[in-house]
T-cell receptor, first 114, second 114 residues
Framework: DQQVKQNSPSLSVQEGRISILNCDYTNSMFDYFLWYKKYPAEGPTFLISISSIKDKNEDGRFTVFLNKSAKHLSLHIVPSQPGDSAVYFCAASLPSGSARQLTFGSGTQLTVLP | KAGVTQTPRYLIKTRGQQVTLSCSPISGHRSVSWYQQTPGQGLQFLFEYFSETQRNKGNFPGRFSGRQFSNSRSEMNVSTLELGDSALYLC?????????????FGNGTRLTVT
């Protein structure tokens, strides 16, 4: 049972345009969401997160939007740069006390074309 | 500040053998988590340690075990290796003792079982 889903395995965007990566979840108990970026042969790098009490969080070129009623979150990258080409994972966390367990989506390969 | 360090980077083992992977968290981080990444299953949670105690365990057989030392360094052990254990094993550390504290990942250990 995939509780966090990234339905687009790949996305290609022109440099300078907006990249929008999507993620859906099924467990309404998730209350904290994160986006990670992963280059080949490296571990995932934390990008940005959002708590379920918010609907938007912004950090430089990266903005995450959360729609709780639709159980959907998205990551916007503006403007996209070739260095943004990587696999992007969304992840979610339950409010289970102090235990930390992230449930990851399957990832979306973003390619930014020069 | 040094990141999460995992050793070794690559390992080749034979079915039936056992293996130990090592992880040094970011200085000051007391929580260490382990994840397995495979092409078919994506990133899956193995276990989490805090102050030398396992606080949470994912849905993996008992052949997978781990421990954390007083200096927060962690090891994970896989006994009686199977071909399906071939994967990238990622360690992550976290600063705050709360479920909404981002995880910072190492570059992983690539285990190949033949």
């Amino acid at each position: 049972d995939q509780q966090v889903k990234q339905n687009s395995p790949s996305l290609s965007v022109q440099e300078g345009r907006i990249s929008i990566l999507n993620c859906d979840y099924t467990n309404s108990m998730f209350d904290y969401f994160l986006w990670y970026k992963k280059y080949p042969a490296e571990g995932p790098t934390f990008l940005i997160s959002i708590s379920s009490i918010k609907d938007k969080n912004e950090d430089g070129r990266f903005t995450v939007f959360l729609n709780k009623s639709a159980k959907h979150l998205s990551l916007h990258i503006v403007p996209s740069q070739p260095g943004d080409s990587a696999v992007y994972f969304c992840a979610a966390s339950l409010p289970s006390g102090s235990a930390r367990q992230l449930t990851f989506g399957s990832g979306t390969q973003l390619t930014v074309l020069p | 500040k040094a990141g999460v360090t995992q050793t070794p980077r690559y390992l080749i083992k034979t079915r039936g053998q056992q293996v130990t992977l090592s992880c040094s968290p970011i200085s000051g981080h007391r929580s260490v988590s382990w994840y397995q990444q495979t092409p078919g299953q994506g990133l899956q949670f193995l276990f989490e340690y805090f102050s030398e105690t396992q606080r949470n365990k994912g849905n993996f057989p008992g052949r997978f075990s781990g421990r954390q030392f007083s200096n927060s360094r962690s090891e994970m052990n896989v006994s009686t290796l199977e071909l399906g254990d071939s994967a990238l094993y990622l360690c992550a550390s976290s600063l705050r003792d709360s479920h909404n504290s981002p995880l910072h990942f190492g570059n992983g250990t690539r285990l190949t079982v033949t």
